[in-house]
């Protein structure tokens, strides 16, 4: 009897003593960047297809988004991997226009292995490390190495170690892969701003969620749940069939998102 | 044609070196000759010379005489460990006469000396006499030019103790200074400096096999056991290094190298011990173990203060540096240049605004201020501008309506720009053209394909935005009006 007190005390204690570490709550200021409107819980495989390396700056643009929302106050890193081969055919990310995406381009690590192989080295070594949030890899082609396996065993490192991946492939081929989430990611017609009806608005995109659940949400319609959204510098935006983003706007403002310049002079401060 | 090198049997038949190849032909009808391979055989022999680090940390090679050199050990302070001085040298020969090799030598109480010795006497270990242990040999022991020995033989002057005690003068006069110089440099006068084939490593562990081993794996246990040992002794110094090099002595007298090096300075065991192993990895074809090795040398380079305070319990742990030891190991496995990071330059060209540079052991750089960006830059830059084909825009300096790229029509909804980005003609190396000063240069028809030519003309840039919501950076090269028409490139992707 008094054993099961003591034991029920304890963990009271311990669940008082979580509660009063967890920055949540004890300073409001100091709230690592919360989570978006996709955002899925850290620790696994995505796959972010793009129709081809025309799309190709959607679906990085997505890919590095969902970067940002993978970082916590001690687990700052984000690395960009991608074949010494394929920068031409794909670009590389260029540091001068990673600012939109909360991102510290100082900061970012490229990595640019030779073949296959290392590439998969260098992400299961990276994720094994734990001030590594997420792990972009952009891999144009196909490869025979990157199979259910290899995915198998990166969704288990993974798990393991709390970072993301985040795999960037083209192509509109699906192979059998362990990957937790796949996406696709299109590019669609953007609003243009108010001021300038002929110019480009905010990156709009069409992002389909082919595999996987968010939140426990069951899956909408068997070829996938469709969002289309704006990214804006307070994170995804939700757009509804009309093209209008108002409520949407106005609810993100509401949940207590900080803007993306926030996020910054966190991540410098971190 | 001279001989330079004989071997036994050639010798035997009365052929030295230096005769002129048609006397020795007529002396010795089935001669076989070969013509000498110089670079070659000094890279043989500076290879053997440096497997011999594994008697002392110093050796050198003498290329002033012999036509392969001679090599040169400085045993001062190690000959204890071989049982002394004669021990030594009967060590370091026979096991060169083991092999099969013809060898020579002498310990001396420097350079000039022990070259005397070996080129003109028996092996033998000299220490305090070297004025009497010279005496008796002939003047060519001085590593004399050949005018100067034939001068000194008419005068009857044959042995160096005929030289002592000579006016200095009168023989500076007739035989110049460097006859002087080479007297002094074997009696110990004049000290003679020698430059030591590999960095000199004053931390170092060593581990000698009683066995050759070969396998790859062997070697690398034996670097995590060396890298403990040497993080004990950096620890008790208060040290750490940033560049490690293991030194792989092979049986067959050639030593293979592998260095790592590491983002801060470190002396973790384990994670040294990891870099190698990583370095070994893209080693692949290279490593071959010969006939095996029967020494490692692990040393560490580019020490520093590392005290205990840096890395004890109290520091912040902010993840940086399981980071850095990350990267090391990245590099270690995939190379310098392929674990980079942007790096930025003050210019508006946006190629040249952003570099990649190496993350470890980047190039120390003045910090510049950076010029404030007007337009959006693209997330994605091509690393080399590619050609796009235009319809003529409807404005000349206005967006075009569309492009072909990879050979695929894309139509333009929106668009804005341009921004225009001069060329930075302070940096490019051609002239500026005066008005009126064309020359022929412009005739390009002879290479139809279209190249981007970097920093030679203004680029307006445009954000294009396609009917599919592709947003592509573009720019174009050149004005309307001018003598060439302008070329249209495609820079980037937006997101």
């Known amino acids: 009897m008094l054993g099961t007190k003591i034991h029920t005390l304890e963990t009271l204690r311990q669940q008082i003593a979580a509660l009063e570490t967890n920055p949540l709550l004890k300073d409001a200021a100091l709230v690592s960047v919360p989570a978006g409107l996709l955002a899925p819980p850290r620790g696994s495989v995505h796959e972010v297809f793009a129709d081809g390396p025309r799309d190709g700056g959607a679906a990085l643009g997505f890919a590095f988004a969902q970067a940002r929302f993978m970082q916590e106050q001690n687990r700052q890193a984000v690395l960009f991997l991608q074949l010494r081969a394929d920068a031409q055919e794909l670009g590389l990310p260029y540091g001068l226009g990673l600012g939109g995406f909360g991102l510290d381009a100082e900061r970012l690590v490229y990595v640019r292995p030779e073949t ?9 070594e990276a994720i094994a490390c734990r001030a590594v949030a997420a792990v972009v890899a952009d891999i144009a082609h196909p490869h025979k190495a990157l199979d259910f396996i290899a995915s198998r065993r990166l969704s288990l490192r993974a798990a393991a170690s709390g970072a993301s991946v985040l795999l960037v492939r083209y192509g509109r081929e699906r192979e059998a892969s362990a990957a937790k989430y796949r996406w696709r990611v299109s590019p669609a017609l953007s609003q243009p701003p108010p001021y300038d009806a002929n110019a480009p608005g905010l990156p709009r995109w069409q992002v389909t969620l082919e595999k996987g659940s968010l939140g426990g949400r069951r899956k909408a319609a068997p070829g996938g749940e469709v969002f289309l959204v704006d990214w804006t510098e307070n994170g995804f935006e939700r757009v509804d069939a009309d093209g209008r983003t108002g409520g949407a706007r106005r609810a993100a403002a509401v949940s207590g998102a900080p803007s993306a310049a926030l996020g910054d002079r966190l991540s410098e401060a971190g | 044609m001279k001989l330079v090198a004989l071997d036994l049997r050639a010798s035997a038949a009365g052929l030295f070196i230096g005769q002129n190849v048609s006397d020795a032909r007529g002396l010795v009808t089935n001669l076989e000759l070969r013509e000498i391979d110089r670079p070659f055989i000094e890279q043989v022999f500076a290879d053997f010379a440096d497997w011999h680090s594994n008697a002392s940390p110093i ?49 001396g109480p420097n350079i000039g000396t022990a070259w005397a010795l070996v080129h003109h006497s028996y092996p033998q270990v000299v220490q305090d006499n070297v004025m009497g242990a010279l005496a008796g040999l002939p003047v060519a022991a001085l590593r004399l030019e050949e005018a100067q020995i034939e001068g000194l033989r008419h005068l009857g002057l044959k042995r160096i103790g005929q030289l002592y005690g000579r006016d200095r003068r009168a023989l500076q006069a007739r035989f110049g200074a460097s006859l002087l110089l080479r007297l002094d440099q074997a009696l110990g006068y004049v000290e003679e400096r020698l430059t030591p084939r590999l960095p000199l490593a004053e931390h170092y562990v060593e581990r000698l096999f009683a066995e050759p081993i070969g396998l790859i794996d062997d070697v690398l246990m034996t670097s995590g056991d060396l890298a403990l040992q040497l993080s004990n002794r950096l620890e008790r110094e208060g040290l750490g290094a940033q560049a490690f090099h293991l030194f792989l002595y092979r049986v067959d007298h050639k030593v293979m190298t ?50 205990e305070a840096q890395i004890g319990a109290f520091s912040i742990d902010d993840g940086a540096a399981s980071l850095d030891q990350l990267h090391d190991r990245m590099t270690s496995r995939l190379g310098s240049l392929a674990v980079v990071r942007n790096s930025f330059a003050n210019t508006h060209i946006p190629e040249r605004a952003v570099t990649l540079e190496p993350v470890v052991n980047p190039q120390p750089k003045e910090p510049l201020p950076l010029l404030p960006i007007a337009a959006p830059r693209p997330l994605r830059l091509l690393p080399q501008p590619e050609p796009i084909s235009v319809s003529l825009a409807e404005v000349p300096d206005g967006p075009p309506p569309n492009m072909v790229w990879r050979r695929v029509t894309y139509r333009f909804v929106k668009s804005s720009g341009p921004e225009r980005i001069g060329a930075e003609w302070w940096l490019s190396r051609s002239k500026l053209k005066m008005k009126g000063e064309e020359t022929k240069e412009g005739a390009h028809s002879d290479t139809p394909e279209r190249h981007y030519r970097e920093g030679e003309a203004a680029r307006d840039y445009f954000l294009a935005e396609d009917d599919g919501g592709r947003r592509f950076w573009i720019f174009r090269q050149g004005l309307f009006g001018a003598a060439e028409a302008p070329e249209w490139f495609l820079h980037g992707f937006f997101s």
């Open chain 2, 59 to 107: 050796v050198a090679v003498h290329k002033a005489q012999a036509s392969w050199g001679d090599l040169i050990v400085d045993v001062t302070g190690v000959s204890h460990l071989f049982g002394g001085e004669e021990r030594m040298l009967e060590t370091m020969t026979g096991r060169l006469e083991a092999l099969g090799i013809t060898v020579s030598g002498a310990i």
């Open chain 1, 116 to 124: 296959i192989a290392e590439l998969l080295w260098a992400i299961e």
């Open chain 2, 258 to 307: 592998l260095s790592v090096k590491a983002a801060r300075a470190t002396r973790d065991a384990l994670h040294i011990g990891r870099l190698f192993a990583h370095r070994a990895e893209r080693l692949q074809g290279e490593y071959d173990a010969g006939f095996g090795i029967d020494m490692i040398r692990l040393a560490a380079g580019s020490i520093t203060a590392l005290s």
